[in-house]
């Protein structure tokens, strides 16, 4: 009889070619130590990035968002954004050895307090962030708090740089914690971690066609409301957080208290409701701080 399960077919030749230079580079990337590897991902990332038909993407958005803003001043958080994107990506392969310290290599969490009633898995929560500072930070900090706190992440096109990415990323991860592919599994896999009390941290900054419009910077932007969605069905309380990098391999977790939203008992006016606050205090985040956030994603349809 023939054995019905699945595989996967086998990586091609161009597939396995880039896999064994990624791990090349992340090879390199460890042996010179995470500060050093920080600075050289940021030094490529700010030289090469704005040179990119990308950075359009991101000159656009912040004449979106910020009308009276000079090109020069543009041109400056488009270079910043390329350095930490740049930074992000050399720390990768350094995430699993980053730990709660004072100074240097590490992290450090503000607003500890928001979260005592959530460690030790006594109650389940919504997380939302966007993509600031180092993001993937958002659940190696939640583990390392003892939060079981799962997300999302979307695959990468090539199957062996999938495999190696995510290998990073589990490593850092402690037992509890896990991620779930973006797609109906995913979404299935992450309901049930939430009915068996989990709770579930997602980025909500990006443009999702089939979500729901509500403003962004004065101009609607279509909205992902499966938090919103996740949070009244389980009745969770939304916690706002985001990553500010402190410098090479160094970065803070800003925790805030629970959003107050209030409800009506209106699925779809609760759903929009929750996704407007969430919007608005994104908006705060990257009004304080335009270089932290990644403008190179379409966030708004294209004019007319």
Known sequence: MRNSHHRSPPASPQEWIVGVALRGVIAGLRRIGPVAASNLGGWIGRTIGPLLPVSRVADRNLVQAFPDMEATARRRIIRAVWDNLGRN?????????????????????????????????????????????????ILPIAGGLGLRVSGFYRAASNRTVDRIIQGLRT???????????????????????????????????????DGIAVPFFGRDA????????????????????????????????????????????????DTRSIATAMNRRL????????????WLHRRWPKPA
Do not use: Y
């Not at 310290?101 to 919504?126: C, D, F, M, Q």
């Not at 037992?175 to 049930?192: D, E, H, N």
């Not at 908006?283 to 990644?294: H, K």
């Open 89 to 137: 990506a050399a720390e990768l392969p350094h995430l699993a050895s980053f730990v709660r310290t004072t100074s240097g290599p590490g992290w450090e969490i503000e607003g500890e307090h928001h979260l005592a009633a959530l460690v030790g898995g006594g109650t389940r929560a919504l997380f939302f962030s966007g993509h600031f500072g180092n993001w993937e930070m």
């Open 171 to 209: 490593d850092a991860m402690p037992p509890g914690v896990s991620m779930f592919a973006k797609g109906a599994p995913g979404a299935r896999a992450a309901l049930a971690h939430l009915q068996q009390g989990g709770s579930l941290g997602l980025l909500v900054d990006q443009k999702m066609n």
């Open 222 to 269: 279509m909205t992902a409301p499966a938090l919103a969605q996740f949070a009244l069905r389980f009745r969770a309380p939304i916690m706002p957080v985001h990553v500010v990098r402190l410098g090479p391999a160094r970065f803070r977790m800003i925790c805030e208290p629970p959003l107050d939203v209030a409800l009506t008992g209106d699925r779809a006016t």
């Open 283 to 294: 908006e705060d985040w990257i009004r304080a701080e335009p270089a932290s956030w990644l």
